[in-house]
Every structure is written in C-alpha cells, then in structure tokens.
C-alpha cells in the first residue's frame, strides 16, 4: 500500500519526481544511469500513479533499500 500512496504522490508532483522518490526510499539523489531507466520505465505514463507505484515497488525491493548496513 505504501508504494500505492507513493504513487499517487509521485504522478501528482512536479520538479524531480525520480530523485524525490530516491531520497525519500534510499537517502542519496539517483545516478544517472537510474535516472535514465527509471525515465524509460514512466516514459509515456507520467501522470499515472500505477506507473510510478510500480517504480516505487521495484525501489522498494533493491537490495540498499532492503538492507541497512
């Protein structure tokens, strides 16, 4: 559910909705690279919050995410 809440959020915001949704889950802006995919992953569905639910579920399960050191 919290992805769901993301989401809705997410596709509602303006400015940098990658590195908002980046720090607020990880705590470090994204790299380019992330950027770039997590772009493609949204490309077209911007304003969808099913889209960027289900980019904030796939953040979600990284492993820095999952795992604190």
Known sequence: HQAEAWGMRLAAAVGDRIGH?????LGRPPIPDEVEVCRGFVAGR???P???AALAHAVFNVKEFVFVP
């Open 50 to 52: 099913a889209a960027w």
């Open 46 to 48: 911007d304003r969808d």
């Open 21 to 25: 949704l980046y720090r607020g889950a």
